[in-house]
């Protein structure tokens, strides 16, 4: 059974370009949450979605940054016109039927904007 | 106010010994659940163990074991016969009810231990 896979792992990319991150949950899994770890800091989270919807965004920055869970294929975390600022850790988190399972992780996209 | 507050940045044991990461939540629902993750140096984010509200017993999971302190609001960590691969950022978290119906996560700012031969 595999993890929730994530990629890519690395992604390099000039300012005011657009970075595509995609999450795939654990098999069985609808519930996918994305989260934001900045370096030498924790974890903090930007959206918790389902299929096909999003539950919550309060984490996100209202501008730039959009993110989708199709009926079918990955989820996707897109930023567009990135800034240095936007650096950081990417990681999606996904969890079984119910919300108060346990979120398992997986390996994270590091961006680098240049 | 923080949600999940972790007050040692930075921590040293020495192998085979045991050691307690400290973590305090602030929450005001009856019902929530405590977690700690591991970060290596790789980057991943690996699950250690569980603590619901309602649980009586501490969680335990091998050398992992959850000292859950409900009336003090805290939930420690403790390793027991530290490894050297248990040098590591470790992140408390703490899921509680939000609006809409479900349960969100947040993390506090994580310690780092380090395990001396």
């Known amino acids: 059974n595999a993890g929730v896979m994530q990629n890519p792992r690395h992604l390099v990319r000039r300012r005011g370009q657009e970075a595509r991150l995609r999450c795939s949950p654990m098999?069985?899994?609808?519930?996918v949450y994305w989260y934001r770890q900045l370096p030498e800091e924790g974890l903090k989270f930007m959206v918790y979605?389902?299929?096909?919807?999003?539950?919550?965004e309060s984490g996100m920055p209202k501008e730039r940054f959009s993110a989708e869970f199709p009926k079918e294929g990955p989820s996707i975390l897109r930023i567009q016109q990135v800034v240095r600022g936007d650096s950081a850790a990417y990681f999606c988190?996904?969890?079984?039927?119910?919300?108060?399972?346990?979120?398992?992780f997986g390996p994270g996209t590091r961006l680098l904007v240049l | 106010a923080q949600k999940i507050t972790q007050t040692q940045p930075g921590m040293f044991v020495q192998e085979k010994e045991a050691v307690t990461l400290d973590c305090t939540y602030d929450?005001?629902?009856?019902?929530?659940?405590l977690f700690w993750y591991k970060q290596p140096s790789s980057g991943e984010m690996i699950f250690l163990i569980y603590?619901?509200?309602?649980?009586?017993q501490n969680a335990t999971e091998g050398r992992y074991s959850l000292n859950f302190q409900k009336a003090r609001k805290s939930a420690n960590l403790v390793i027991s016969a530290s490894q050297l691969g248990d040098s590591a950022m470790y992140f408390c978290?703490?899921?509680?009810?939000?609006?809409?119906?479900?349960?969100?996560?947040?993390f506090g700012t994580g310690t780092k231990l380090q395990v001396i031969p």
């Open positions: 978290a703490m899921r509680e009810p939000y609006s809409g119906g479900y349960q969100k996560v947040t």
């Open positions: 988190a996904s969890s079984p039927m119910t919300v108060q399972e346990t979120q398992y």
């Open positions: 603590q619901g509200s309602y649980d009586e």
């Open positions: 979605l389902q299929k096909e919807n999003i539950i919550d």
């Open positions: 098999k069985g899994h609808s519930h």
């Open positions: 929450t005001s629902d009856q019902s929530y659940g």
